[in-house]
């Protein structure tokens, strides 16, 4: 079985650029999670989804990020305009939608570096 | 802010046992305790899950006491490709956020 893909692997844009992250969840899971890492800080949670739904979107830091979910399946996050904060790791997760949902499948991240 | 303390880092030998302890001051009834592990360049995964007492699987075993205020992680022989962060997280069973902190680095040595 396919594990959480995400592209593309590393982004370099210009600050006030525009960017668009991509995941592919494992086939079937319903919830879909996005996470960063900035640079020296802890891995903070973005948003939720649950199949095109967002569940909670509590961590998105701004306006200018923008995640879809287009038919329960892959997730995209645009980032628009970049900011050289925006630099970090961004990762994906999923898992089953029965259940207890404690184990989430991470994707191996999206750096992203502004300049 | 992440709920849980933990040591920073951690040295071992390849061959040890190796205990990593977290503190869960703030774990909320309804919260399981929680481990990942994360290598460079990869995302994290997970390890072991448990509510209360022990739980063991083949990778690792969690102590958890019955005030649920803290848990410990127990790798048994490690080698040296257990070198990695370690995180230990409350997850609440009604939502799907996970809270990490800074995690231990775990050096293994030969």
């Known amino acids: 079985e396919a594990g959480v893909t995400q592209f593309p692997s590393h982004s370099v844009i210009e600050k006030g650029q525009t960017v668009t992250l991509r995941c592919d969840p494992i086939s079937g899971h319903d919830n879909l999670y996005w996470y960063r890492r900035v640079m020296g800080k802890e891995i903070k949670f973005l948003l939720h989804?649950?199949?095109?739904?967002?569940?909670?979107e509590s961590g998105m830091p701004n306006n200018r990020f923008l995640a879809e979910r287009t038919g329960g399946t892959y997730s995209t996050l645009k980032v628009q305009p970049a900011e050289l904060e925006d630099s970090g790791v961004y990762f994906c997760?999923?898992?089953?939608?029965?259940?207890?949902?404690?184990?989430?499948?991470f994707g191996p991240g999206t750096r992203l570096t502004v300049t | 802010l992440a709920k849980t303390t933990q040591p920073i880092s951690m040295d071992s030998y390849e061959g040890q046992e190796v205990n990593i302890t977290c503190s869960h001051n703030?774990?909320?009834?309804?919260?399981?305790i929680t481990w990942y592990q994360q290598f460079p360049s990869q995302g994290p995964r997970f390890i072991i899950q448990g509510y209360k007492t022990k739980v063991t699987n083949e990778v690792a075993s969690l102590f958890i006491p019955a005030d649920r205020k803290s848990s410990t992680l127990s790798l048994p022989r490690v080698s040296l490709s257990d070198t990695a962060v370690y995180y230990c997280l409350d997850y609440p069973s009604n939502t799907g956020k996970l809270i990490f902190g800074q995690g231990t680095t775990l050096q293994v040595k030969p």
């Open positions: 989804f649950v199949k095109e739904s967002k569940q909670d």
């Open positions: 997760a999923s898992n089953g939608g029965q259940g207890l949902t404690y184990e989430q499948y």
């Open positions: 703030n774990i909320a009834t309804n919260d399981y």
